[in-house]
């Protein structure tokens, strides 16, 4: 039994994205994303798998965004702030095309991708 209960797969991604969506603006929610698509990715249909393992790189590639941005903004560069917008038009671009791949109901053709699948 998971930690956090969320019902079907499907639900379970759709939940994530929101996260993933919410998360632009309080961080900590990505955790909970990752931690969900961590636990529901192994027990999955192959096609909802793709979807969760793009949501976990996603999440990775999320970090190395953050870190920078604020590695930049700590060291008195400006810069920081342009990669933070850059990094949310980004991960909602990325929340929204995987939202819409699971509604047709299809598997992300390249979940490892750094960009939109």
Same mark, same amino acid.
């Given at each position: 039994m998971a930690l956090i209960e969320t019902g079907d797969d499907i639900s #379970?991604?759709? !939940? @994530? *994205?929101? =996260?993933? &969506?919410?998360? #632009? &603006?309080? *961080?900590?929610? &990505? !955790?909970i994303g990752a931690y969900v698509a961590y636990e529901k990715k192994p027990a999955a249909a192959e096609w909802l798998q793709s979807h *969760?393992? =793009?949501q976990l790189n996603g999440f990775f590639i999320t970090l190395l965004w953050l870190v920078? #941005?604020?590695? !930049? !903004?700590?060291?008195?560069n400006l810069y920081g702030l342009a990669v933070m917008v850059v990094w949310i038009v980004w991960n909602i671009s990325r929340s929204v095309k995987g939202w819409k791949t699971l509604?047709?109901?299809?598997? @992300?053709?390249?979940?490892? #991708?750094? =960009?939109f699948g």
């Amino acid at each position: 039994m998971a930690l956090i209960e969320t019902g079907d797969d499907i639900s #379970s991604i759709k !939940l @994530i *994205y929101i =996260f993933n &969506l919410v998360g #632009s &603006l309080i *961080y900590p929610i &990505l !955790l909970i994303g990752a931690y969900v698509a961590y636990e529901k990715k192994p027990a999955a249909a192959e096609w909802l798998q793709s979807h *969760y393992q =793009f949501q976990l790189n996603g999440f990775f590639i999320t970090l190395l965004w953050l870190v920078t #941005s604020w590695g !930049l !903004l700590w060291t008195g560069n400006l810069y920081g702030l342009a990669v933070m917008v850059v990094w949310i038009v980004w991960n909602i671009s990325r929340s929204v095309k995987g939202w819409k791949t699971l509604k047709a109901q299809k598997a @992300i053709p390249n979940p490892r #991708s750094w =960009f939109f699948g």
